[in-house]
């Protein structure tokens, strides 16, 4: 099926373009997010992870900055001109995300928070929506008309991973999945090799896996020191490691006639 | 683990009471709500399911009737004095659904809407927090401290069946997580046989086995005429199957030193 | 649906009786078969486990003691006038097994092994077939066939616990698929507590529900001394607690009019 | 890791090689199989699937040619000069499967089949262990154990996909754990996208991922017909798509440094 061309201030997703939206797990401070964003924007990541809000299954485990970050990402997105994308957890955090977030992230854990999906439909902005730990593709697909019906089709659909009784990756990164959203859906779909295989020496082979089996965008996770991260760790690419993924994927997409 | 009691207006969860917290799937009008509420009680049900909003994976099916039945509900609870359990799916809908509901269910679809959680952990009033479609055990008894540590402590844990690679029955019921929290949490567990199994026909067997794994109560779907019911046809009891299954639980329940 | 009654030498599998059926999950030597299969006929059970062959998914984990323990099982069969089920798995077996079993069990790594199955349809011995890790119901069904078609109707299933994503439990316990089996297929239900769960703690509650549940029987492991045993160490239950879930079945079985 | 090469007559698995090992999914009759085999060999497949008997969950379905097949297929062999894969099921089979096959191949349902496994391990044919329905990648490492230390080391992994809760596809394709095997162990992984995904159109995207994730070749089903297939029909490629996917892996094994 014909995937829709999404336009998003001055990039756009459609059919030539590849695009890689890296960034932290989470903004644990104005230094490490300046320095990431810089970093993931100069390699060729068109859009820039800013993460307000962290999910965390333990409510003691560090929960992310949340508003403490508006301000100097709101600065350091004028200073570097980027674009950002940020997950939102709560129909009243729209109010001033939206000042500072060019496209609403929904993560694993709200795919069937439905009354979130139809706030988020009332928008113009782009909603990248994960899918949940356990969503059937159709349950997936299904989740979208909750944003289209009212009013917004700028949808992106992210693949990251299912839970099975596999243990030895974090998730199981469903790639038929995206090799069959792109024959029965509309939309765009990304993959984040990152939630989906927990383990950053994973990341690269399953990223250009995933450019051939037809996904149109990689969401990846970036650190300047891994093993300092204050959440996933295990999963994101240090810069050296970061940058020699886009030096793999360059050839592979113009095979595919795709660029960043 | 010794099991803390909840007191709950005039019933109280505690060891030597059994709940049966039955009624339709959703409200769907005034004289099926009336019928079968005045039904479930005079059975032995110690609260009747009062579903406002039905989350459906289709967009297109019937929703539930939303604030409409407010009124009629209202009326009937203090006609019949019941009390009753609400899915609740927005923080927003607290303000008017607070005065209908005597106690909050969180479905499976939102255990993992912690900004949900944590609004209702501000709330005296008690939360039925039902297990996600496959929220590991450990996840489900962490998502509780969303509520806990915002001030509320009176949470029931519901397991309504998980998601498996099994088509016969529509979830895999996990009484292994009942017997498994009976030992490591404090929380009243509770089980949905209906959603569990997705069959009438199982509803009484699974019941009884419920009772055996170490479950404080039941959440069973009741409908005046299944076959006609606009959600969950096949799973929901006919009233002459309610009353067998209560009938059969007796016994069982007494031989456990307990009684609805 | 009926479920045909089997007999076992002065056995009989049907409506009214329960069985037991219980012992090391492997022989380890003499001494402790004898002590085991002495003390679990004693509290009641009506067939000890004699395991010769222990499959073990690591080649350097104990294998079981294989042939070297048939002289002193068929001593000990005798002097105890037991009966005994043991695991087959391979069809070159059935020679030596045939004197010193009365049972052939096969296990849930080798549910899928047609092969063995159609041999042991030639036979008359009954069958347990235990289901595998993760088999659909309908496909365990079928997988009868391939024993019945032989000629061999003696067919007991046996539900052991499926893999699912969950990791508190080894294995989930399906009871829906007992309570399915007992509706939709002839053959008698047995249920594997101990595989199902894999906590010792956790086999009194299940073996209690799965008698609600419609089961016919249980599998149980028993050790004189669990923390040594060579295998599934964790699951194992001792003599007292043996002795105690006996006495806590009786009256639950009377009131399904049942006894051992 | 490095893979440790494995040679077959005149092939050879290696770093610089890609294998695309092709057929029907079963013998159908000596014109299916001559058509069929001598198209894929003219593609460039250097293995032809020759599947003798085939396994069903249904007893009643087409199980095969079983040894009527054996002669035909020896001529065919000869003939064409071409190598061939079997699937074997039972240790009984091998002294004449031995003659007419040049690796044995241990389906899904056999992995855990250790008695087979063993006795492939005494002889010195290579074999291809595809992963169980629902094994853990530890497991089937481990598995490999039971052929490795009998004495035969030629033992090629194939991911087959697993049993998850998606419906959509067949089964889940995890090429996480080919990525993950090419890192932790030493034995060559193949990957069979038509039983992964269950649905011919994902064959070409799949196979094109599973190259990137590092596969050192395909397992595909092809049949002259597919609508007249006796088993698999809605997976296995015609000769023009098979035709189609081995012009579009070309460029992409060069961009690898592989080639056929």
Known sequence: MDTKNIKIEN????????????????????????KTAE???????????????K???????????????????????????????SEITDPRQIKYLDSVTDIFQVGTRNMYNYELLKELGIYSKPV????????KIKEWMKA?????????DKIILCERGIRTFETSTRNTLDLNAVAFLKKESPFPVFVDPSHGTGLAQLVSPMSQAAVCAGADG?????HPNPIEALSDKEQALNFSDFKELILKLQPLLKLYNKSL
């Open 218 to 222: 990689l969401l990846i996770e970036v």
């Open 128 to 135: 990248l929506l994960k899918r949940a730990f356990c969503a």
């Open 55 to 85: 999910l965390r299954t333990s409510f003691d485990t560090f929960q992310g900055l949340g508003e403490k970050a508006l301000s100097f990402v709101q600065k350091i997105k004028k200073q570097l001109q980027i674009l950002t994308v």
């Open 144 to 152: 979208t008309d909750y944003i289209l019906k009212n009013g917004n």
């Open 39 to 53: 970093f993931v924007k100069k390699q060729g990541a068109s859009v820039v992870r800013a993460g307000f809000f």
């Open 11 to 34: 990039i756009e997703i459609n059919s030539s373009r590849f695009h890689i939206w890296a960034g932290p797990c989470a903004i644990e401070n104005e230094k490490q997010f300046l």
